[in-house]
Nanobody
Framework: QVQLVESGGGLVQAGGSLRLSCAAS????????MGWYRQAPGKQRELVAL???????NYAASVKGRFTISSDNDKNTVYLQMNSLQPEDTAIYYC????????????????WGQGTQVTVSS
């Protein structure tokens, strides 16, 4: 069984910073990519940032230049450094991982964390 455990959310004033972490643990697996999504009240979940196992990042246009995604492959952990936070960044942030397992061929399995609240006050 695989678990994604997130940490680092909280309350911050506009212009402030937060750093989210997400560690994957459990059965033996390899990571295709890990990333962060967010869901604000009344809105659909949206991609924030994604990083491949090779380290290539992709960002939503709304966070590009403010957020930085990184990973530590040895720790199966992904980070999201969020700078210049704005009230519109307020949401529950979910960690996401696409994994492969030994003897399971090329199929990818998607896992989600429990979510961590980020609130930015104006």
């Amino acid at each position: 069984q695989v678990q994604l455990v997130e940490s680092g959310g909280g309350l911050v004033q506009a212009g402030g910073s937060l750093r989210l972490s997400c560690a994957a643990s459990g059965s033996a697996f390899s990571i295709d990519d890990m990333g962060w999504y967010r869901q604000a009240p009344g809105k659909q979940r949206e991609l924030v940032a994604l990083i491949s196992s090779g380290g290539s990042p992709n960002y939503a246009a709304s966070v590009k230049g403010r957020f930085t995604i990184s990973s530590d492959n040895d720790k199966n952990t992904v980070y999201l450094q969020m700078n210049s936070l704005q009230p519109e960044d307020t949401a529950i942030y979910y960690c996401n991982a696409d994994l492969r397992f030994p003897n399971m061929g090329l199929r990818r399995y998607t896992y989600w964390g429990q979510g961590t609240q980020v609130t930015v006050s104006s």
